[in-house]
């Protein structure tokens, strides 16, 4: 026994050798669907992981998907707990301060979320004395603080741990409105919204200073040789149409930076 | 430190608003929990069956799940009823700092009773024999001798609950209230660092050593015919 057990180790030793790839933590979200979210079975599934797969056999390294919040990513990417954050983070301004990022991923527009006929648009006067509900640490969030504060727009905004609580929250009425990403709430939608009897409200909301340019995948600051590897790999699914094909499975509007 | 400075002057006005909430959450479950818990002591040590079993089965319930799946149940789980939301319950729950305080008063008031019921068993024999060879009846005797005596005897694990009480307050921020966890937590995704949650940790610190303070000064006061 002791033997079969020694050669065992040995045995495993030698494969872990032999295929000593670098190991690159990946930190993204167990609950943004379709992009990152786990099935019944617990297995992570999702747009993101799909090409982020594909990316890592690109750039030969062996990648960890590690779930958390939102709002824990970028502490963790600091805390050296994660190497690169590919959760549909937008490139802002703000966030460059803290961490780098690759060139852009996806384009993300974003958009309200309202029951049909409730009167709510993108003009902030809608939304007057009504709730907002978003995700802690997003674009979203920031965007009603810093545009709209409560205290001048009469706008009151929720935040939340997780977006699919938002949801919740929107269908029971404690909030009139979800702001989020058109692809997340687009998904949402076809998985029941819709038939709820929910909508996209108005315009989708531009404003880049907030928003940024699209979502692209966070590596620690200085870590520039993550970053060109993730630079190439990204450039590769976008040219090589393998970002497209898996693209159309998800959505019926592209999401390919222009 | 001087960051901790920094962000204690620039943030102290957040701070001190979701402190306020922490302090009405913890005071008010307390208050209310206790003036529940009482009456569950009383009926759980009844030797009639139909008046303890159902005290017996709500003290288990909420002893024997956790805080936070009581919270999430009453906040998400009840407001997918269609009937919850049209009935008077969804002032309760429609909100999240009533339901927040109403889960804190129920789970705080189920612990509350299980030590109060210790005390009602401490209670000499002697003393409830006493009372009623002066003629007390049942109802007399367990109001006025046996449940005061009971706190008394109970009053450092009481003390005791309500720190712990402090501690559990900060589930509330799980369902969107802004107590002071909440608070430094946005802060602290503000900025990407823990400094908001390290002064946040002070400030339960200092909070938690106030109330032991007057917790001790509470048993005292109750068995201050004990003292020598």
Known sequence: MKKLVFSALTALTLISTAHAQ???????????APFEYKDASGKLQGMEIEIGNKMCASMKVTCQWVTMDFDALIPALKARQIDAVLAQMSRTAEREKSVDFSRIFT???????????????????????KTVGVQTASTHESYFRNRLPTSSSGINVKVYQSLDSAWLDLESGRIQAVFADSTVAHDWLAKGGQ?????????????????????????????????????????????????????KRYFPFSILPQ | MDQLVSLL????????DG????????????????ALAVPLAVARSSPRRWIALPSRLFMSAFRGT???????????????????????????????FPCALLALTLNLAAYMAE???????????GEKEAATAFGMSRLMVTWYIVVPRAIGIS???????????????????TITVLDLTGVARRLSIESYTTDALLLAGLLYIVIAAVLSLLTRYGEACLNRHQLR
């Open chain 2, 9 to 16: 002057s620039q943030s102290w006005p957040a701070l001190l």
């Open chain 2, 19 to 34: 402190l306020w909430i922490s302090l009405q959450l913890l005071l008010l479950s307390c208050v209310l929990g206790f």
């Open chain 2, 115 to 125: 030590d109060i019921r210790g005390g009602i068993l401490g209670v000499p024999a």
């Open chain 1, 195 to 247: 038939q709820a009897g929910f909508a996209f409200a108005g315009q989708a909301i531009s404003d880049d200073a907030i928003f940024g340019a699209g979502t692209a995948i966070a590596v620690r600051k200085g870590d520039s040789q993550l970053k060109a590897q993730f630079d190439l790999a990204i450039l590769g699914v976008h040219q090589n149409g393998y970002f497209q094909t898996v693209n």
């Open chain 1, 22 to 32: 670098q190991v690159v933590r990946i930190g993204t979200l167990a609950d943004y």
């Open chain 1, 107 to 129: 384009t993300a527009p974003v958009h309200l979320v309202a029951k049909k006929g409730s009167g709510i648009s993108h003009q902030p006067a809608t939304l007057r004395g």
């Open chain 2, 155 to 173: 009053a450092p694990t009481l003390g005791n609950e309500i720190v712990l009480q402090l501690k559990s307050t900060a589930l509330a921020s």
């Open chain 2, 66 to 96: 956790p805080l936070l799946v009581q919270i999430f149940i009453l906040y998400y789980g009840l407001a997918q009823f269609e009937w919850v939301r049209d009935s008077a319950l969804w002032l309760l729950v429609g909100d999240a």
